[in-house]
């Protein structure tokens, strides 16, 4: 019944701007913390940006940092990620994840997740 579904994908150019958006419902949504995640053509699977339960804790990977930021709406069960001087390097498939109730600290680590959605395709190319 957990059901994460994205959307906001698409061609951008370089430098350019999309804004992901994830739609949350079956639990709630304002107690876990959540994530982004991608996985380009032919590589594994990238944590991209975490956010805490409340939105008071943002988290980000060094390759997107600065450039990314996440939030969420927790009236409306929605996770956002807004990408803005989007590179080449950022085409991939973006992931809303969810984070395990009782997982720790390192949002980094993909198996502190135990729902994901089916993706959106970001595609960043002149």
């Known amino acids: 019944q957990v059901q994460l579904v994205e959307s906001g994908g698409g061609l951008a150019q370089p430098g350019g701007s999309l804004r992901l958006s994830c739609a949350a419902s079956?639990?709630?949504?304002?107690?876990?913390?959540m994530s982004w995640a991608r996985q380009a053509p032919g590589k594994g699977l990238e944590w991209v940006s975490g956010i805490y339960s409340d939105g008071s804790d943002t988290y980000y990977a060094d390759s997107v940092k600065g450039r990314f930021t996440i939030s969420r709406d927790n009236a409306k069960n929605t996770l956002y990620l807004q990408m803005n001087s989007l590179k080449p390097e950022d085409t991939a498939l973006y992931y809303c994840?969810?984070?395990?109730?009782?997982?720790?600290?390192?949002?980094?680590?993909?198996?502190?997740?135990?729902?994901w959605g089916q993706g959106t395709q970001v595609t960043v190319s002149s």
């Open positions: 994840t969810r984070k395990k109730y009782y997982s720790g600290n390192y949002y980094e680590r993909l198996n502190e997740y135990d729902f």
């Open positions: 079956g639990f709630t949504f304002s107690s876990y913390a």
